[in-house]
């Protein structure tokens, strides 16, 4: 896959030189008189070899049935530690579920190549800069040729961060009053009783798993973010991501890669998606859902609209719920979301293989716009 997305990347390349290149024969054509007749036969030769080698690039891609790169990106590490536990990181969680998501892969599916973009509690490619970092990891998946790559985060909430006050005794407070008039007012010294109050945190109550795909239509996204879409997902945006700026792209790039996207990796990304919450309602996980995020709003998923294969960012729960926290760290936790993973990987991998198992529009998982 990886090879025939390199040609259709190729092709974008190819047709933005060719542009040049014609633009070069139109200022010869002004300035120089030659003969026009050939030039613009040329012209056409030029336009059917366009037309016979998109065919030939796009169908190959079409028929692509079964993968063999997966790319695990845990998210976040090192310097940026991701959203806050009471006493971890979701750098470290991300990258515990991720290293045995590596270990059961090799297990079910030896024959793939499985690459993480980071082994160990620091950013990935050496670097220091966040924003650098994210370039690299799409970057290493698209170099690698990976035909799927899995992004592992953890959420947080202000939700999960609700405070109030309790009355636990109570104090003698001093205070002054004046009594009299003119010449006879006095500062009179007086006591009363005040209650004591310590701030408690609530419980956590928010909880449970979302995998985030990009929405299919960038100018839909674009429009919509905005408003509805950014409001409803504020929430568990907070506390994750922190400081984290969209790296910059090229708009016409952007553009460029939304279309290929809606048109190669939308549905695949949504079916994986859609399996892993599938698969984590099955162990008794709370399935948020399949959640599309618009590419104007995709700070908390920016590192999926730079991948060139279908690419999803799973939510594996929120770290600042006090049991999802202890959870997700212990061996048995992080064991159970890996497994859920490989399983969703092999439906995935069934339904490339034989198309007719594929069961993309017949979901439980919830698909919010
Ligand atoms: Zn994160």
Same mark, same amino acid.
């Given at each position: 896959m990886g090879i025939k997305f390199a040609l259709f990347s190729l092709r974008f390349k190819y047709i933005r030189d060719s542009e040049a290149k014609v633009m070069d024969m139109k200022k010869q054509n002004e300035n120089i008189t030659g003969n026009r007749h050939n030039r613009r036969l040329n012209g056409y030769v030029f336009g059917i070899i366009l037309v016979v080698a998109n065919l030939f690039m796009v169908f190959p891609i079409m028929a %692509?049935? /079964? =993968?063999k790169t997966i790319v695990i990106d845990p998210g976040h590490g090192g310097s940026d530690g991701g959203a806050r536990g009471k006493y971890t990181r979701e750098s470290v969680v991300a990258l515990q579920i991720s290293l045995k998501l590596r270990e059961e892969l090799a297990k079910e599916m030896p024959e793939l190549k499985v690459l993480l973009?980071?082994? &160990?509690?620091v950013l990935p490619g050496?670097?220091? /800069?966040v924003n650098g970092a994210l370039r690299w990891r799409a970057n290493f998946a698209n170099e690698n040729n990976a035909d799927l790559f899995i992004s592992i985060h953890l959420n947080a909430t202000p939700g999960n961060q609700r405070y109030e006050n309790v009355k636990t005794g109570t104090k003698e407070q001093t205070y002054y009053a004046y009594s009299g008039k003119g010449k006879s007012r006095k500062k009179v010294k007086k006591t009363r009783t005040v209650a004591i109050y310590e701030k408690h945190r609530l419980p956590p109550s928010v909880f449970g798993t979302q995998t985030y795909v990009l929405a299919s239509d960038y100018y839909k996204g674009k429009v919509a973010a905005a408003s509805k879409a950014s409001a409803k997902m504020e929430d568990y945006e907070q506390g994750d991501e922190e400081g984290v700026e969209m790296p910059e792209m090229d708009p016409v790039e952007a553009r460029i890669r939304a279309k290929q996207y809606a048109k190669y990796f939308f549905q695949k990304s949504l079916t994986l998606a859609t399996y892993c919450e599938e698969e984590f309602a099955k162990i008794g996980r709370r399935s948020m859902g399949v959640w599309q995020r618009d590419w104007a709003a995709?700070?908390? =998923?920016?590192?999926l609209t730079a991948t060139q294969m279908p690419s999803i960012l799973i939510e594996?729960?929120?770290?600042?719920h006090w049991e999802e926290e202890d959870y997700l760290k212990s061996d048995e936790g992080s064991e159970a979301m890996a497994k859920s993973i490989v399983e969703a990987i092999k439906r995935y991998r069934n339904g490339l293989i034989n198309?007719?198992?594929?069961?993309? %529009? &017949?979901? %439980?998982?919830n698909v919010t716009e």
């Open positions: %692509q049935n /079964d =993968i973009t980071r082994d &160990k509690d050496g670097l220091s /800069d995709a700070a908390g =998923i920016h590192v594996s729960g929120f770290v600042d198309p007719e198992n594929l069961t993309t %529009q &017949k979901t %439980q998982a």
